[in-house]
């Protein structure tokens, strides 16, 4: 099992017309900053959160009590016009934590309700189990895009890219987020290095984009995060499109995922 | 003409992975509030920017002169372990002065060149001519995706969603952004009432997603995008799927963009 | 026991001055950013962090142990074109953790030498011991001094009011910061309530201004420092110029402070 | 003439404690960003900010439009949950100019008056006259403080050194605030070298402390303090006390300051 937060602003839509439209760089500066926090708040215990549609962050929070969420949630409401509420789910994959971290977000009123705030739903693990933390980047990407394309159609390529990334491990249950740059990061349940080959495969397919992925596992997204990345070095240096961090393993033969 | 600027961040990749890989959310929090920085600069003189591909952040910049850019260079040295370099580009549409300014800041060397640090390349418009800024929204978003589905299966919506707006306009010379919730922001040409209709109706066949827009006009993008944010308040009132401010005109009935 | 930090930045004044002067408000803006992040991460684990000189933080962390300590100086490297190092010090009273605090990180080197990077010398305490947290405020500030004076001579009032605080108090082995508006904090061993009379007697004569104070007591700051605050709000209803939280206690008869 | 604004957060001092009281490391947070982004704003405009009282932040504004002053503070409304009124000030003096902005804020108003939110008062000077930055620092700061004395206690002796400045200056009409390490920064109308001599004589006289000081000159704070900055390194690198940048000037010789 592994835990999941779905941090969600409270009735943010009306708040950003209300009472009229408010400039849209003070609310970019605004989603980017909660954001920072939030990343910041949780990346100091190991977890990833994720910018996901600003609004709604996405985050994986094994090893993360339901105090410290609580502790955020304050933090947030004494630096912010906004506040924050958050569902806490766990389940066998990304995928099912993250859906279960909704459904008790969602059960506790409407995003737009404005009686529901800082709710704070969900359980916290006692302990979590391994998963995979996927670190996929482009070859080249210095030299064949930013270099040498348009930054519009270099963004749009990584857009791509990811869209392409994300659909084919939701398959998988494995959930995607473009990180910047040529950066794709996932986390996933224990995938074989089979799959991982088949998801550079259709990227290749839908996107025309190559590229390579390193993979670590963990209990703790930090943990997992960080070998993917020295993994994903490995690949770089010697070429190879898949590389599983020393420790990472495939599921047990007879799993389907 | 209208002014756009890229901005790249300096040699930023190999800097992530020395003298090892940092950790993940620290580079999120460091791009995050570089992006809320420059948001936060362009915003207060009147332009747009977005977070992109976090490292290369894109800009429309009208009215802001080089002198502001090399202000906005030096707090950025000043404040963060990274460089920024600028590209300011003129162009007759959105999408000729992003390519503009990325020539002028190719000109100037790699991205990853170490010795290319903090480079300020183009020239600034005396004067602007005025263009369009065409704010969507998604239909009932709230009651159609965050109180209903999966927190990742409405990002992944958002994600088609956004895909669909930016590569329609993009044959029509307008550049499309997400800037989260339910909300893509697309700076254009002057274009058609019709025009925009058929990128909803793009969006709707591609990615199931109903959309509405307003659509705003100025020489600077706060002076328009607050008059698009109006106009889609019209339209959510009213019910109106494509809502010009006042003031917003189409192309002369000749021009073909 | 209770344990404290002293977090510098390392070889900062050459820095502000390399290759030229930097803008003076782009270091205000950075001192206060770095001052934001330590008091964030400190705060968020139970401690409180001080701007002192604004390039030498001082903290008092009890309950904060190595670990976090370099986790917060990783993110500090991945943020700012700075670096921070601790020492981290323990003593019967605040004044004494923070001069053993002093003394390990002045062994590892000097502020200015180049080669001293990212120092954390000490060791965290494995369980502290109470200590109190006093919080003092001006009688009638808004009235007296915000609303009636100039600005500046307001600000200067409070300077002094400061210092007679602080000088009264570091005999007592208290250690004592402004912390805006007309607030005051200090860290103090178990004193007596005569004791805190005493302080705000000295203010009244070295500064002309009349305090009260709410005295909490703790393992940590936090909660010691959150019980002060509620007994300051019995003081100001109740007209009462020292208050003593529930459970906060004076040092046995017989101790000399 | 010269321009200076008084910024004070809108009822502060009781949302601080409604409706209880609020994290101190939370409070701390939020007023060093707000102070971080006001010293940005003014500062990418060629003016200065002070911390202050940190709820009452005061700024030195020559050049700066109330339209500026009003985009700014619709920002700190759009990303905090306080508000920011401001009084644009002006004055021969700095400390006339300071006295002008708090009154027409105090006719605003109270500062603890419900009612009062984000007033704007005041008329911005069409034109400036010159007047001086000083920056003060102290003669080998590192080896006789940070590295050698218990850094509470360098602390103090910063305290006392800036009070001994500020008073001293405060007769002459000039402001001074201390920005962090061993630096005082002083806003001043034009004064005689003698007169900076004096100061340094009262800051060895009161606090046993030795100071330099570089004076520049200028119409906004940003020229006049860069060029303070040079001559401070000037007077480090030759070894004298007070250094006037090259364009400084003293008072006509039958100026009473």
Tied chains: 1, 2, 3, 4.
């Excluded at 969600?8 to 439209?21: E, F, I, M, R, V």
């Excluded at 992925?213 to 190879?240: C, F, I, Y």
């Amino acid at each position: 099992m592994m835990q999941a937060t779905l941090f969600q602003l409270d009735d943010y839509g009306p708040w950003t017309t209300t009472p009229a439209p408010r400039a849209e760089m003070d609310l970019q500066t605004l989603q980017s900053r909660v954001y920072a926090d939030v990343a910041s708040f949780v990346g100091s215990r190991d977890g990833y959160a994720f910018y996901a549609r600003g609004d709604n962050l996405l985050a994986f929070t094994s090893g993360i009590d339901r105090g410290a969420h609580e502790t955020l949630q304050s933090t947030i409401r004494n630096r912010y016009p906004v506040t924050l509420s958050a569902g806490i789910g766990t389940g066998s994959t990304p995928r099912s934590a993250v859906e279960d971290a909704t459904d008790r977000l969602q059960a506790a009123g409407s995003a737009q309700d404005s009686t529901r705030t800082e709710a704070c739903r969900g359980t916290a693990l006692a302990a979590a189990d391994p998963f995979h933390v996927a670190h996929f980047d482009v070859v080249d990407a210095t030299a064949t895009y930013t270099d040498e394309t348009g930054a519009y159609d270099s963004f749009l390529a990584m857009t791509s890219t990811f869209e392409a990334v994300s659909r084919t491990l939701y398959e998988h249950h494995g959930l995607a987020f473009f990180v910047g740059g040529d950066n794709v990061l996932a986390l996933c349940p224990l995938l074989a290095e089979s799959t991982y080959d088949g998801v550079i495969d259709e990227a290749r397919a839908r996107a025309g984009v190559d590229l390579r992925v390193g993979v670590g596992q963990g209990v703790t997204p930090a943990t997992a995060g960080m070998d993917a990345k020295r993994a994903l070095e490995v690949g770089r240096e010697s070429d190879r499109a898949t590389v599983f961090a020393d420790g990472a393993t495939a599921p047990p033969a007879d799993a389907a995922d």
